[in-house]
């Protein structure tokens, strides 16, 4: 999208926003403009937000209430009488036709189908209005009951949270039919815990209890709050079924809380309830596990493994490697948790279609058989996928074919097979302007073992390990861009493994081996890549035939991110030696063979925070830092491991892979790539010029991003991105007569690199259907590094290319 389309857009989203005011209000109503909660100081400003019912319509500096446009337009063409008279027609014309099939002999399935289509459509529009109308919101019509209704609802929160003496008021002010109105807290003194104790009438569970205090809810001192009330039942209910309390529930749980008049402070007692049924709390015992495979199927064979009976259908599966899988014994006291994560370990082998473990208690007296179900999934499964890939330029299509093999070898391995092929829109290398296809297509085939698989015994290993898997692929991979064809032929071996939680997952790959050829290289990409060699620049290099072997570990930590009830984050860190296998086998078959072959380290760390603010708004920052330092003797890194910044999920005020390095530029040259000198024969800088690729190896990148919801699945956001990339070795000074392209400043210095953060700012609007997030990202530029230091703060709309249009899918971070 172009500057002068895209100014068009805002103006149109600025007309049509701006005409929604006062004026549409009817007589006697006032709109609620402007709402705030003032004199928290303990109590979450946030939550409470969140009680209020009636609330202003959310606004844009640029695009206004644009939700209430929005409804408004719908509300105009909005008419259930026509809707009704529609639906009448429809039931009519098809009950005609059903009559006639009927008639005929014929099957009406396919009439009544289209008839509860439709009714759902028009019955939706009835009770819901039109796609205008579900899209936006109402205006916001001052409404005193819902204000006292939210007023109460603040009052009880505060209750809730301990502030018993709390008052809450509303302070309004009127201004042109526009209502600015204040809910104003008084919070007063706060309720905390003095003393804690448990009734239990069991001296063991009170014990057990007291030993399992650490992590509660409830702690001497602390605020009173029914929230954590409500927690601490939960995690009692869990203390105790994960040590044997197998018929235990949250019923049982009860609490006394005590205070004297006046006072603050409270005395809470934790009460354990005695079944009706019996005088204790019984504990129980896994008398024996029986593990049933077969579903529906008959029982084919059966095998005793660690003193767990094994029973097969149609489907062989190895015991051993089942028995990894088990986290609970025979014989062990019951733990509900167990139990819960066999049942994850066993469904995260993509083996079954259910896992279902049920408990036999009659047999012994505080013991039961554990029965475990369950039934497998097809042998051979073929799916084909669909869908929009999007990494740094212009949306495209892609397609993946693939054929699994369940169970190939017995051991409940998948064998898979798959093909994919996609295309996106790019910016060249070496073009400016416009984006361009790239086109990526290619094979894989893969065995994922649901084990380590080492050459040691590795049993225990796996049974400590939450769903291990090693996976051996081989495959190929052609990319075709505007400025080269390249094929790689890739292997790789690799574990897999996660925590307990879930939220942690990790990658060792061991072995990772790329055979990579440049088929077609672009005339203008390969004299850039001669001129930038010419200055010391590695690049050229990395489009050689080169063999590329690295081992690598990553880890990611997902802390619930992006959830909208407290702060979370997210972090990935990443790790990577290239070629260190050269050390032991040296390099002379790379060498005879004419293949270029590079020594690496790598490192990247990716940081994210999300905190929510309440009434669907958000404040996220990430943090992207990295460095890749080649250390063999050509000093070169293959292309996919430089760093790159600028696109859709980087600085979005520049295009993508056009930012950097530090403060370097281009100079200008004539049309046979000769300098152009200027009055006094010194190069002409030609710093505006975005033509080609800067790789880097140092990346250092940050990200504001404030978002909240417009209306419906209409959000918007505004952005600040700054950062940078560089290298560790700066341009070299070229030969007498050799053309300069590009000027000094892209190694990274400590004393300096500060200065030159490339700083962008900007709006977005995005379509978020929950499944899918289309997003459109305008940024600009603030502060350019490559410009002296005095010039590199930048003027709005100053210079060319200082506004870049990002269209993505996906959040950028």
């Known amino acids: 999208m172009n500057v002068k389309a895209g100014l068009l857009f805002l103006i149109l989203l600025l007309a049509l926003g701006g005409c929604i005011t006062t004026r549409s209000l009817e007589d006697g109503e006032k709109l609620l403009y402007k709402q705030y909660i003032k004199g928290t100081e303990e109590s979450n400003r946030a939550e409470m937000f969140d009680l209020i019912i009636l609330e202003p319509n959310s606004r844009t500096p640029i695009f206004g209430p644009l939700g209430a446009y929005l409804y408004q337009q719908g509300l105009d063409d909005y008419d259930t009488t026509i809707i ?74 505060l209750d809730r949270k301990g502030f018993i003496e709390s008052e809450v008021s509303v302070n309004i002010r009127e201004r042109k039919k526009k209502i600015f109105q204040d809910f104003v807290i008084k919070e007063g003194e706060r309720r905390f815990i003095d003393s804690l104790d448990y009734r239990t009438g069991d001296s063991i569970i009170t014990r057990l209890l007291i030993n399992n205090q650490g992590p509660s809810f409830l702690t001497k001192g602390g605020f009173y709050d029914e929230d954590n009330f409500t927690n601490e039942k939960a995690r009692i209910n869990d203390v105790m079924r994960n040590n044997g309390y197998f018929e235990f529930n949250e019923r049982f749980i009860d609490f006394e809380v005590r205070y004297a008049p006046g006072k603050s402070d409270l005395w809470v007692t934790t009460v354990i309830n005695k079944p009706a049924d019996k005088p204790t709390h019984q504990t129980y015992q896994l008398d024996s596990v029986i593990f049933n495979t077969n579903g529906s199927d008959m029982i084919r064979a059966e095998e005793n493994l660690e003193g767990i009976h094994y029973s097969f259908g149609n489907f062989p599966y190895s015991a051993k490697v089942l028995d990894t899988r088990l986290i609970f014994r025979p014989n062990e006291t019951y733990n509900f948790q167990k139990i819960v994560n066999t049942q994850r370990q066993l469904l995260s082998m993509d083996m079954f279609k259910f896992v279902n473990i049920n408990f036999d208690t009659t047999l012994v007296a505080n013991k039961f058989v554990t029965n475990i179900y369950t039934s497998p999934l097809q042998k051979f499964q073929l799916t084909q996928e669909f869908g929009v890939n999007v990494s ?74 939450f769903n291990p898997r090693t996976t051996l692929s081989v495959g190929f991979a052609f990319t075709d861009r505007p400025e080269y064809t390249r094929s790689n032929v890739n292997g790789t071996f690799a574990f897999n493994w996660q925590n307990l939680e879930g939220n942690r997952n990790f990658t060792l790959n061991l072995a990772d081996v790329n055979l990579i050829d440049t088929l077609r290289l672009d005339n203008d990409f390969k004299k850039q890549l001669e001129q930038l060699s010419a200055q010391g620049n590695t690049l050229n290099l990395a489009f050689n035939p080169s063999f590329v072997s690295s081992t690598s570990f990553n880890a990611t930590y997902n802390n619930d991110y992006s959830n909208l009830r407290s702060p979370s984050s997210f972090l990935r860190w990443f790790v990577e030696s290239g070629g260190a296998i050269y050390n032991v086998i ?42 890749a330092k080649p250390y063999s003797g050509n000093q070169a890194l293959p292309y996919e491991k430089f760093f790159f910044t600028g696109g859709s999920s980087s600085n979005r005020a520049w295009n993508p892979r056009r930012l950097g390095p530090g403060s370097s530029f281009p100079y200008q040259l004539d049309p046979d790539g000769n300098n152009i000198l200027d009055g006094e024969g010194n190069l002409v800088p030609d710093r505006n010029n975005y033509q080609f690729e800067q790789p880097g190896e140092i990346l250092i990148e940050t990200s504001i991003e404030y978002r909240t919801n417009l209306a419906g699945f209409l959000d918007w956001a505004f952005f600040i991105d700054a ?18 392209t590009v000027s000094k400043g892209a190694d990274f210095k400590v004393d300096r690199f500060y200065k030159e953060f490339a700083i962008g700012a900007g709006m977005g609007m995005r379509l978020d259907f929950s499944f899918l997030v289309f997003r459109l990202d305008v940024g600009h530029k603030l502060r350019d590094p490559r410009f002296e230091l005095g010039s590199r703060w930048v003027k709005p709309f100053s210079r060319s290319n200082q506004t870049v249009w990002n269209i993505a899918v996906g959040y950028p971070f």
């Open 84 to 157: 009704n008279q529609r639906k009448k027609a429809m039931i009519t014309r098809l009950d005609k036709k059903a009559t006639k099939k009927t008639a005929k002999g014929k099957s009406t399935d396919g009439l009544d189908r289209k008839k509860a289509r439709r009714l759902g459509r028009l019955n939706n529009q009835l009770i819901n209005g039109n796609f205008l109308m579900r899209t936006g919101t109402p205006l916001a019509i001052y409404d005193s009951a819902k204000i006292e209704q939210s007023r109460q609802n603040i009052k009880a929160y």
């Open 723 to 740: 950062g940078n990339i560089w290298r560790f070795k700066d341009i070299e000074d070229p030969l007498p007569g050799e053309t300069i």
């Open 586 to 627: 040296g390099t002379g078959w790379l060498r005879s063979n004419e293949l270029e072959f590079y020594q690496f380290l790598k490192l990247q760390i990716d940081y994210r925070k999300y905190w929510p603010l309440g009434n669907d708004k958000a404040l996220v920052l990430r943090l992207n830092a990295g460095a």
């Open 392 to 465: 740094e330029g212009f949306p495209g299509p892609f397609y993946n074919l693939s054929l699994k093999n369940r169970n190939t070898f017995k051991g409940l391995e998948i064998f898979a097979l798959n093909g994919f092929i996609g295309a996106e829109g790019i910016a060249a290398a070496t073009e400016q302007e416009g984006f361009y296809r790239s086109i990526q297509y290619g094979a894989n085939a893969s065995v994922t073992f649901p084990r380590f698989v080492t050459p040691f015994n590795s049993r225990n290993l796996n049974l400590k390990t």
